[in-house]
């Protein structure tokens, strides 16, 4: 994690709507005359996600960061842009806890502990936050005391939490089980360096849900790491994982749609065998907490339509900037829409996706792979 603090950077070590949409097709025939059994109604079910990346809503440790009207941390346009989902998903990279006692020794000038009041989880649920993932490096700044306050706290006021060691979250939206794992780069989470285990906890969801979502908390940070590579990528001498390799490999055990974060900076997008792949979402808040400087300010909503197999249908991208105190705000002039798109054509030049100065995602590969399963 870097922030930005006296003239320099300090490393930390650290959906969505979903709404059924119904295309009926109703064939006319002469049934009553021949005597025909009708045929049935074929329907079409999507589900549309929106996702944002990291959240760090002020701290009370080790100094006092908080605001004093926490309802301003999520301005009524950005708030507006969260809406109209069936399942709205985050990365809450702080705890909700009043546990005193940090797991980190934040007497050095490159470590910090975040710790937020618990009361903050109802904010959360009222913005409308379905699922969050608890899975990255800041879970236990306050040791197991601390994560479990959080865990409990979160799913108290409604928000279901993912990335507990060897968790799967089984959730139904209109009647399609759909299952979410949470990983990260540290032993207690279900860690992005061990593809095997974690492709046996993808086959374990698959058991029981008809699509499998993945958050992945991986990379390196800041402004260097905005290129993602097919390589193991480290932090500060932290093996921070391939998230490329990791990512297709979920895809490849039967993921459907994979969520980046921690990287601090929006990545490039691609969808790999018809499924999407973000690879950062970038910070999304950081009250007094984050550094907002260059791309670290860059954010944005990722909305992503699937259908019921799980293959990317359509999206779009909502342009967010963070204000110099981490607070998000509409961006009208599309900045991160740019910086998205431009990345993705560099780090995929073959990519079939296209996105528009709207901000929309469109995928040419989508159609042929509808009339394969047609066939």
Request: with cysteine.
């Amino acid at each position: 994690m870097t922030f930005f603090k006296q003239n320099y950077f300090i490393h930390l070590t650290g959906l969505a709507v979903i709404s059924l949409l119904t295309s009926s097709f109703t064939v006319s025939n002469s049934s009553n005359i021949n005597n025909k059994k009708p045929l049935e109604k074929v329907e079409d079910k999507y589900i549309t996600i929106k996702a944002v990346g990291d959240i760090v809503a002020g701290t009370n440790f080790p100094d006092y960061r908080l605001p004093r009207n926490p309802n301003q941390l999520f301005p009524k346009p950005v708030r507006d842009k969260l809406k109209n989902s069936d399942i709205l998903f985050g990365n809450y990279e702080s705890t909700l806890t009043n546990h005193p006692y940090t797991t980190k020794d934040t007497t050095k000038g490159a470590v910090f502990a975040f710790r937020s009041p618990p009361e903050y989880a109802s904010l959360f649920s009222q913005v409308g936050f379905d699922v969050m993932s608890v899975a990255n490096n800041h879970a236990m700044d306050f040791g197991k005391k601390g994560f479990s306050d959080t865990v409990n706290n979160l799913n108290a006021a409604g928000v279901k939490t993912v990335g507990a060691k060897n968790q799967i979250l089984y959730t139904k939206v209109k009647n399609i089980p759909v299952a979410w794992i949470g990983f990260c780069f540290y032993e207690y989470c279900n860690t992005v360096q061990d593809i095997q285990k974690a492709k046996a906890l993808v086959n374990q969801a698959r058991q029981k849900a008809k699509i499998v979502i993945i958050s992945m908390h991986v990379g390196a940070e800041g402004s260097d790491a905005l290129q993602v590579r097919n390589a193991t990528e480290y932090f500060y001498g932290e093996n921070r994982g391939n998230s490329i390799l990791f990512a297709r490999s979920m895809v490849d055990a039967g993921a459907d749609l994979i969520l980046g974060h921690g990287p601090h900076v929006p990545r490039a997008m691609e969808v790999y065998k018809g499924k999407l792949i973000a690879y950062s979402l970038g910070n999304f808040l950081g009250y007094k907490t984050f550094s907002t400087t260059a791309e670290k300010g860059d954010s944005l909503v990722l909305e992503a339509k699937i259908n019921q197999d799980g293959d990317f249908v359509s999206g779009k991208i909502d342009s967010i900037r963070l204000d110099k105190t981490g607070i998000p705000q509409v961006d009208k002039y599309g900045q991160t829409i740019d910086l998205v798109r431009s990345l993705t054509k560099r780090s995929f030049p073959n990519t079939k996706i296209s996105i528009s100065q709207k901000g929309e995602i469109s995928f040419s590969g989508q159609d042929v792979a509808r009339k394969k399963k047609l066939n």
